[in-house]
């Protein structure tokens, strides 16, 4: 054999191992078939529709601009006879399946060496084909600026539905205000992954985000407070001080209000606005101070620990409380389309309301045994107020207490078991419990992330199962991470804390339940998406190449000392250490699973993580004194 032909070989059987890689396709598609070749896009590439289908051809604009910017090329888009086979050198787009197994959100995505033919029975599963499709391509597609690349798109057979038709983020924007165009951003990030519901937390005590016509004080006094630098989750700030200027804060008019639900619109994104009532109601009532049980002025919160000093829950049995939410209701099914509203129902303290006349008259009037029958009244009264406004409700696990309204939908976050008590009462449920889905939560140690509270990691998020198997899987919508903002107060933090979590519950939501989820196999696919964050200048954490430190008891005969356990969140990293406070490399002891004894003298734990006998992640350096304190 000549070297020529030898060396020809090998080019050509490298090329059919490259071609025969999978995807990394992020959620996980239903069915994937990887063939050989590549569909190539240049300046000749058009997107084509059939010229009746007005949806295809909103999709083929959408996609032709996407693919403007990272590549340079003015795709044009034209629409063609339906009877006419999809020409060579083009994206086809269809939303005439008629494939009843795809439902209103999936689609076929099938790549040749000649065309692209992408179709879906709507227009929202032609949407998500794109997002799949923009996977297929190089990273920098997601680059605002022009590349010279060789933009090919690798010949696959794909088949793809979501599991569950509830995929939501949610983004608290209460206690630190973010731009409509911050919104925007996420709105578009979330959107790649499929995410179909952008949870929108608009008040609580830290501040009221919406303009609400004819009641000025909400905007004018409920979006304002004392500015206050740092977290306040599980800790506090001094509050205002006499003669100081609440000057932190912000709000959207209704007109940017349309404006960011018009957007989310066309990425297929429904917006569900939450009004939390009647707890984490400050701002509402340093408005109103007549909504509260006390009646007392107090200012918007800045993150002290008010509770028992300051009332936030609104006043069950006073009048007034249900006009002023009557108008605040009317005004936000206006502006919000969607079918649901979501008005909280969570941690509502009832101190105040067992020493109010009012509340307790309430009580009396309809033989009421405890506070909890009385959240329950007030909700099933808002119920009401919704149901006149064409829209349902949902509200948080508590909603549950003292009885539940009769067609509420529960969204259960502290835990499943609310869910699961919802579900078999025949109730819809959102399953969002904090253990899997709460992205504010640390999501890497303690000693090297900013801080949080807690700890979700990303195999955390992953190995979440939303439908318990006592229940029946109809009743469950579906499941959502939840962004609460205590400590996360700007864009490129909040960015930090969704992603790469944020894709674990994607794919959780999106794709098919099966009996072992390949943790290790979606790490890596994770990792190629960093690539992608990258080209879009989207932040995001890299924990999961940092060490995690915990200690543990070792009881054996007398020892009853405390041990230090290591562990990595990824499979393949080595890790190593020191107690004489020297930055650790890989010539140094290396942790084999056997928790560590502290040797006398040390004062100090430094860990770094290795891959391939490269460091990777960042170093953990903790003090041995603070250890047991903090864990």
């Known amino acids: 054999m000549s070297k020529f032909f030898k060396l020809l070989l090998?080019?050509?059987?490298?090329?059919?191992?490259?071609?025969?890689?999978?995807?990394?396709?992020?959620?996980?598609?239903?069915?994937?078939?990887?063939?050989?070749?590549?569909?190539?896009?240049?300046?000749?590439?058009?997107?084509?529709?059939?010229?009746h289908d007005i949806n295809a051809g909103k999709i083929a604009k959408l996609l032709a601009n996407l693919l403007h910017a990272p590549t340079g090329y003015k795709t044009p888009t034209r629409a063609q006879s339906f009877k006419s086979p999809p020409p060579s050198a083009s994206v086809y787009l269809s939303t005439l399946a008629n494939e009843p197994a795809l439902g209103n959100e999936g689609y076929t995505l099938k790549v040749t060496p000649k065309q692209i033919v992408i179709k879906a029975n709507q227009p929202k599963g032609l949407f998500y084909g794109i997002q799949t499709l923009l996977q297929l391509l190089p990273p920098s597609v997601e680059g605002k600026q022009k590349t010279i690349l060789n933009w090919q798109v690798p010949a696959v057979d794909i088949t793809d539905y979501p599991r569950f038709g509830w995929r939501g983020l949610m983004l608290d924007v209460s206690r630190h205000f973010q731009t409509k165009e911050m919104v925007k951003d996420y709105i578009d990030q979330l959107a790649k992954y499929k995410f179909n519901t952008f949870h929108w937390h608009l008040t609580d005590d830290n501040g009221w985000r919406i303009q609400i016509n004819g009641m000025p004080k909400l905007t004018d006094i409920g979006a304002w407070r004392v500015p206050r630098e740092g977290p306040f989750a599980f800790v506090t700030h001094a509050d205002k001080e006499p003669g100081e200027k609440e000057t932190y804060g912000g709000y959207y008019t209704q007109e940017e209000i349309r404006e960011v639900v018009e957007y989310a619109k066309q990425r297929f994104v429904t917006v569900l606005p939450e009004i939390d009532v009647p707890a984490h109601s400050l701002a509402l009532i340093a408005s109103y101070p007549n909504l509260s049980c006390t009646g007392l002025q107090y200012n918007v919160d800045p993150?002290?620990?008010?509770?028992?000093?300051?009332?936030?829950?609104?006043?069950?049995?006073?009048?007034?409380?249900?006009?002023?939410?009557?108008?605040?209701?009317?005004?936000?099914?206006?502006?919000?389309?969607?079918?649901?509203?979501?008005?909280?129902?969570?941690?509502?303290?009832?101190?105040?309301?067992?020493?109010?006349?009012?509340?307790?008259?309430?009580?009396?009037?309809?033989?009421?045994?405890?506070?909890?029958?009385?959240?329950?009244?007030?909700?099933?009264?808002?119920?009401?107020?919704?149901?006149?406004?064409?829209?349902?409700?949902?509200?948080?696990?508590?909603?549950?207490?003292?009885?539940?309204?009769?067609d509420a939908t529960v969204m259960s976050w502290r835990g499943m078991k609310g869910g699961t008590e919802a579900a078999k009462m025949g109730h819809k449920v959102i399953m969002t419990p904090y253990q899997y889905c709460y992205l504010d939560l640390y999501q890497g140690s303690q000693f090297i992330e900013p801080h949080a509270y807690g700890l979700v990691t990303l195999r955390n998020c992953y190995e979440f199962e939303p439908v318990p198997d006592s229940v029946d899987a109809r009743y469950i919508l579906g499941g959502q991470g939840n962004l609460w903002a205590e400590s996360v107060p700007n864009q490129r933090h909040a960015e930090y804390m969704t992603w790469p979590r944020g894709m674990a519950l994607a794919e959780v939501f999106w794709s098919p339940k099966i009996a072992k989820r390949d943790f290790d196999g979606f790490a890596k696919r994770v990792e190629a998406h960093f690539k992608r964050f990258d080209a879009a200048d989207v932040k995001y954490a890299t924990s999961i190449y940092d060490p995690l430190i915990s200690i543990v008891p070792e009881i054996t005969g007398t020892d009853t000392t405390l041990k230090i356990k290591l562990e990595t969140q990824l499979a393949g990293l080595t890790t190593f250490y020191s107690f004489d406070t020297t930055n650790p490399d890989k010539y140094y002891p290396q942790y084999k699973g056997t928790p560590l004894t502290v040797p006398k003298g040390a004062t100090q734990l430094r860990v770094i993580n290795y891959r391939d006998n490269k460091p990777i992640g960042k170093q953990l350096a903790v003090k041995l004194k603070d250890l047991d304190k903090r864990l």
């Open 10 to 51: 090998t080019s050509t059987l490298l090329t059919c191992t490259c071609m025969a890689q999978t995807p990394e396709i992020i959620p996980q598609p239903v069915s994937l078939k990887t063939n050989t070749g590549y569909f190539k896009i240049n300046a000749n590439t058009k997107v084509v529709y059939g010229n």
């Open 303 to 406: 993150g002290t620990a008010f509770a028992l000093k300051k009332s936030n829950v609104l006043c069950v049995g006073n009048d007034s409380t249900y006009i002023v939410l009557d108008k605040i209701f009317t005004q936000v099914a206006d502006l919000f389309p969607g079918e649901y509203i979501h008005m909280g129902g969570d941690e509502a303290l009832k101190a105040f309301w067992e020493k109010c006349p009012k509340c307790q008259a309430v009580m009396a009037r309809e033989k009421l045994k405890d506070t909890h029958e009385l959240q329950s009244y007030f909700v099933k009264r808002i119920e009401k107020m919704l149901h006149a406004k064409g829209r349902k409700m949902i509200g948080w696990d508590e909603i549950l207490e003292g009885g539940l309204a009769p």
